[in-house]
């Protein structure tokens, strides 16, 4: 059971990654005042974007169905956890890359 | 994205905002002490170790101090004798009888043995009713002052527990609020404006950590309300229609594991092998054990453990007293499993975290810190905008004085009970003393400091300062070493102290660091612009 909320969490983890390191309102954000267009990178397509969240979401849908209740707690409470360590790590670095650009 | 009309947009706001900031205060308190309590056996581990480590709670020789010990008490506190590990891997047993108090509540009074189970040597014994019992109890009193503050907020009963359950709905409120005034929640939770201006800064901080909160807040909020109801107001309320009143006649059909009366004297089965068999079901440690009407003919043992690896819902083991035969494995509420039970059940885990060892409690903490963060910014970011009326500034400050004194005068109170525990003062009374006198100079503080900024770096710095120092005052009070809990096996002493002063020198850094100021004037048209933006 562990093995599988680990890989619950490997997976879902990774799609939160790849959401918050190329989520467009972010970059956005993150571009506007920085001299350098090349500063971030390019926002994923909003049919990508959309996939890869329903993606993140399925793994925990997969364990619930499965009735592996403790197994899914772990992976509800570590994917919010990380996620918004990935949320604060991305906002932090835009700011880091849009202070390099501009410099 | 839920469409709503603008006015259903502003009044949700408004109960939003008002819900948060009314009970907001209140609220933070119970999520600040509550993510520390989540860590309570291993703060106790670390405040008041043995000089060696139990790995069981029961291990070999529990039978005979068991009876051993039942001979030094009246035979009338043979009634029942619970068992259960506390600070640092002592053993309490608590021998008592079910009676009336003085105040004619229903009530436990007897007599409690602490030993260490490496030795079976006694460290202290205790006597009168529950609460003397506890008063008495110096070993988890850090703990205990911590889950007092809360369960209850130090308020008496049943009046403490209503106002925490009332906290949990607001926070329930809060949370839908937030959804459905929160339009872009699932566009907006990667946005973290932090270049920018520092309001838009503040609110996406907020927005981002409530919204990747939202789960574990509901899920809190409403196990929470459920403990603080259940007992004020279910209980009474179900015994009040189903039972003309008697809650001992509820409490027993709900959760009695006794027999069919039979006084008559015999021997009680072997402790030990009835652990073994748990052991051997459960695949998990006991860490509770209840022993029904000792010594008589129908007497039971009734057995719990910590949560087997892939469970979520615990069960107790009863056993027939006389011959150690497994009787029932009865679940958490009536005597046949049923999904009322099992929903009872899950409260526990679901609220505690405790459900997957240290993994999912660190899982808890992280989580119960961005809901106390939540709630601060939420109050810094409403009352902030407001500062033009002279209620919400001195709101802000009171804001501000509760969001940063708060967490000082929690650090300090463990400095009494370490300097006091040798002493006869209950240690959760010492520990109160020195949270309202701390609390009382940082309100001195929070009034003689005019800027808002500098009083929340001062108040930062003094629990940075405090926090390096509590594990300085711990060994200086005759706490285990770090070299000698090391070589011991107990690896809550080192862990703790390390991360007292890690959050020590997180509190010093950030306290370092000037806040833009953002003035109420220029806060408000960019509150708005920001919010008809999210809307």
Not at chain 2, 170 to 178: D, K, L, N, P, Y
């Amino acid at each position: 059971m562990t093995v599988a909320a680990l890989l619950a969490i490997a997976v879902s983890g990774a799609l939160l990654v790849a959401l918050g390191a190329r989520d467009p309102k972010r970059l956005r954000s993150s571009r506007h005042g920085a001299n350098d267009a090349r500063a971030a990178s390019p926002p994923l397509p909003s049919a990508v974007r959309q996939a890869f969240g329903w993606l993140s979401l399925a793994p925990g849908i997969v364990l619930a169905l499965l009735g592996e209740w403790w197994a899914f707690l772990i992976w509800l409470g570590a994917i919010t956890a990380i996620g918004w360590t990935i949320a604060i790590t991305a906002g932090y670095s835009s700011v880091s890359v849009s202070h390099r650009s501009r410099s | 994205m839920i469409k709503l009309p603008q006015s259903d947009t502003k009044a949700l706001l408004a109960i939003h905002g008002w819900s948060g900031v009314l009970l907001g205060l209140l609220l933070y308190v119970v999520i600040c002490t509550g993510v520390a309590a989540v860590f309570a056996e291993e703060i106790n581990d670390w405040a008041s170790p043995l000089p060696h480590a139990n790995a069981h709670a029961f291990p070999a020789g529990i039978d005979a101090a068991t009876r051993r010990l039942a001979t030094q008490v009246d035979p009338q506190f043979h009634e029942e004798i619970a068992m259960f590990r506390s600070a640092g891997g002592r053993l309490n047993l608590r021998y008592h009888l079910h009676d009336t108090m003085p105040n004619g509540k229903p009530g436990e009074r007897g007599v409690e043995f602490e030993v260490d189970p490496a030795t079976w040597q006694p460290l202290a014994t205790r006597k009168g009713w529950d609460d003397e019992i506890a008063d008495q109890t110096k070993p988890s009193g850090v703990a205990a002052f911590l889950i007092n503050l809360h369960v209850r907020l130090h308020i008496p009963e049943p009046w403490g527990l209503f106002v925490t359950g009332v906290l949990g709905l607001a926070m329930m409120i809060a949370a839908v609020t937030g959804i459905l005034v929160h339009r872009h929640l699932l566009a907006d939770l990667f946005t973290l404006r932090l270049g920018r201006d520092a309001l838009l800064k503040r609110r996406d901080l907020h927005v981002v950590a409530g919204s990747w909160n939202l789960p574990f807040a509901l899920i809190l909020a409403f196990t929470g309300s459920f403990f603080s109801f259940a007992s004020s107001v279910g209980l009474p309320a179900i015994a009040m229609v189903t039972f003309g009143g008697d809650q001992a006649a509820l409490i027993d059909t709900l959760y009695s594991t006794a027999r069919p009366e039979n006084k008559a004297p015999a021997p009680l089965a072997n402790i030990e092998a009835m652990l073994a068999d748990v052991r051997h079901r459960n695949h998990a440690e006991p860490n509770y054990i209840s022993v029904s009407h000792y010594g008589r003919a129908d007497a039971t043992v009734s057995i719990n453990t910590v949560l087997p690896g892939d469970e979520l819902v615990y069960s107790t083991f009863v056993y027939d007293g006389t011959t150690g035969a497994l009787i029932r494995e009865q679940p958490p509420l009536g005597k046949v499993p049923s999904m009322g039970a099992s929903l009872v059940g899950i409260m526990y885990p679901l609220h505690f975290g405790n459900f997957a060892g240290l993994a999912s409690k660190t899982v808890w903490v992280a989580l119960g810190t961005a809901a106390a963060y939540v709630s601060l910014t939420g109050m810094l970011l409403w009352t902030r905008r407001r500062e033009e009326q002279l209620a919400w500034r001195r709101m802000s400050r009171v804001v501000h004085y509760v969001g940063y004194g708060l967490p000082l005068a929690l650090v300090c109170a463990p400095y009494a009970f370490f300097a006091l525990r040798s002493s006869d003062v209950p240690a959760i009374t010492v520990q109160d003393i020195a949270f309202l006198v701390v609390s009382a100079a940082a309100a001195v503080i929070a009034f003689a400091i005019q800027d808002l900024d500098r009083l929340r770096r001062v108040l930062l710095g003094c629990t940075g300062v405090m926090l390096l120092g509590l594990p300085v005052m711990r060994i200086a009070t005759g706490g285990l070493g770090w070299a000698d809990a090391w070589s011991a096996g107990i690896g809550a002493v080192p862990v703790v102290d390390i991360a007292l002063l890690a959050f020590g020198f997180i509190c010093l850094w950030t306290a370092r660091a000037r806040q833009a100021r953002v003035p109420a004037a220029a806060e408000g048209p960019a509150a708005i612009s920001t919010e008809a933006h999210s809307a």
